[in-house]
């Protein structure tokens, strides 16, 4: 009998592991809490592995019927909130939220620094920090920057190329905005 359990058991756990590596198997629709795979598939794995090691446990002197009965009944307490805690952790893992993807308008808005000289007609190279990450693009401005001026973004002409202005302050003091 403790074979049959540990057989239900492992088909259990090789269900659960075939779900999360290859995803919902089967078509089972889009079925989620209780009836998804892998929740089912833990109740599988709780109910072989728990009666396995409950019937191990139990008097041979106990007829067969009463030892397969109390060893279901044991893996269903450890089956039940196995799976409940697989439903909360898949659901855990398929909600968990995400940074949302940036586009060229997170560009507009961004500092950073010249590092290829920047012609007043042509393109030079900037370096700007956005969402924490340093990264080059080509540049445009209305007037020649040089390497080292601290800009600021006015406009995404593409995904890599800005239009920016100086942020350097002028020998007055005051930001110059060109």
């Known amino acids: 009998m403790e074979v049959l359990f540990l057989v239900l058991g492992a088909f259990g756990v090789g269900v ?4 999360l590596v290859v995803g919902e198997v089967g078509d089972l629709g889009d079925a989620d809490g209780p009836f998804s795979v892998p929740a089912l598939a833990a109740l599988a794995g ?8 409950a019937a191990s446990v139990l008097p041979e002197e106990l007829p067969d019927a009463g030892r397969a009965a109390l060893a279901l009944a044991a893996g269903l307490v ?7 805690a697989t439903v909360r952790l898949s659901r855990g893992l398929r909600d968990m939220p995400t940074a949302p993807t940036l ?10 620094v010249v590092v290829s000289a920047v012609p007043a007609p042509g393109y030079g190279e900037v370096r700007l920090v ?5 990264l080059k693009f080509a ?19 593409s995904d890599t190329a800005v239009h920016v202005v100086s942020t350097a302050p002028d020998p007055g003091g005051t930001i110059q905005w060109t």
């Open 103 to 112: 586009t060229r308008s997170d560009l507009v808005g961004t500092q950073g």
């Open 16 to 19: 659960l592991l075939l779900a």
């Open 130 to 134: 956005l969402a924490g990450q340093q």
């Open 139 to 157: 540049a445009s401005s209305d007037t020649p920057l040089p390497a080292g001026t601290p800009v600021y973004v006015v406009e995404a002409l």
């Open 46 to 53: 709780g109910v072989g592995f728990g009666g396995a090691a």
């Open 78 to 84: 450890l089956a039940v909130p196995l799976a409940w």
